[in-house]
């Protein structure tokens, strides 16, 4: 099989894969709701409460759209192969792809994009709704250059976050049980990537710390540049670090399966 | 409750012999309560005050919050996740044979001691400093009814965090049933008030999880008079009995996967 079909049978799966329970897939979209719902009534608050035009320099509209496009966006680059990779790791499932002619890093990447692409398509339609509200609404300025911009920062952000996790991933092969790792680990990226709360609200040093750190280019920056608070020459330059963030993490993700998958022994499987 | 002592001895034991797992566990509640302070954090930045209630007094909500959470997650959460688990498998037959009540049995037969910890500790700092900020006086009608309040927001959160699990006796796949549950179990994390008046209404009589967390909060603020503390009482015994139903009907209907 060339690589292409093998490739295109994986992404085919991965489609499969997140369209097995449909009811369940919907719910899940559903779900998604709720903490931009509730986020939303507390903003409200706090706005209503404080009388003045803008906290944390975002104004109301603006605070409220983050909300609504964070809770978007951190849903759609969600991971959830650290167990299945764990696993493998644990049980021996890796064996099968260690024989065969097929790189474990691309199945699983190809794999994750198979099940992100229908999310990713009703995101599309779900953001084009809310694009269209917002700009009615005179809370977003449309510019044509800033959505071919977020479209492509979207991408490098589920990419982004899919090379953290699989480094991440790399510990299975140390630690017998992982799970917890797994969730604290996705949860404090969750946080430092701006996907609760903007990261205005941890304060202007803490902003600036985490401007080296990939963090923010998953989530913070892409809603960002589409809600316009990044200001033209900051979004090329954020574009740019995403891109070497994306580089970087590529080259530690081989280095570090490459290295740990030395202390690898096939068992069972 | 001697077998319920056996059960949480039992958990401790097993809990102690993986003492590993027992520290990632209470790091893992201690991040998710990072997150969960978060909300202080905003409350505290944005001197937030919701229907006269200063910061300081939203910690009786946030703390109260915090601690319901604790009891969740040790004492219901783990059980809520393992019936679908039981009932897929088959392990539930099992279930079935013994001399013990089945929704006893497998809705509160582990508890987890690591994970309410940090959540209780916080949870109740949080009250401490918000009825010492708000002037609250410490009396025994207050403390009783703080008490009273607190059993019916654990009675409550039984019967409601219960049922995305019950519905695996139908459906297969329930996990997203339960993902939403504690999507809005965290609406519960400010006082009502935040809410339009038809959320309220929502949250008190169709589905009263306001109760859970506002309840306690507002009688000591107040804003709640024994009479509604008695109600509060009467309808989760009353929704108990409703799950109770629940369930004896799900049960009904089981019909053994496998083993």
Redesign the interface.
Known sequence: MNRRRLYSAVFSMGVQHSME?R???F??L??AA??I??QY??W???YR??GQTA??SYSYGQIILYTILAGLVSKLIATQFEHQIADDIKNGGLNKYLIKPVSYFSYRLISFFGQKAIYYGITALLLAGIIWFASAGDLLELQAVRLILFAITLWGALLLNFLIAYCICASAFYLH?IS??F??TS??IN?LSGG??PLE??GETVVKGLQYTPFPYTIYFPVNVLSGKTQAAAMYQGLLIQCGWILLFLWLSRLTWRIAMKKYSAVGG | MRLYGIFIKNCLIAQMEFRGNFMMSLLVESVYLFAKLLYVLVVFRTDLHVDGVPPEGLLLFIGMHTVATGIYVGLFFTNFTKIPEYIKDGSLDLMLTKPVSLQFMASLRYVDLALPIPDILVGFAMIGIGWHAMDIPLTFLQLAGFVLLLIVSVVITYCLMIIPALLSFWFVQTSSVSEIANSVWDANNFPMAIYPAWVRRIGTFVIPLFLITNFGPMFLLGHLSWLYAGLALAGSLLLFAAVRLLWKHAVKGYSSASS
């Open positions: 329970y009811f369940h897939f719910l899940s559903l779900g709720f903490p719902l509730v009534f507390i409200t608050a706090v409460n404080s906290l944390f049980e917890y790792f969730l604290i949860l404090l946080i609760m709360f609200i941890f």
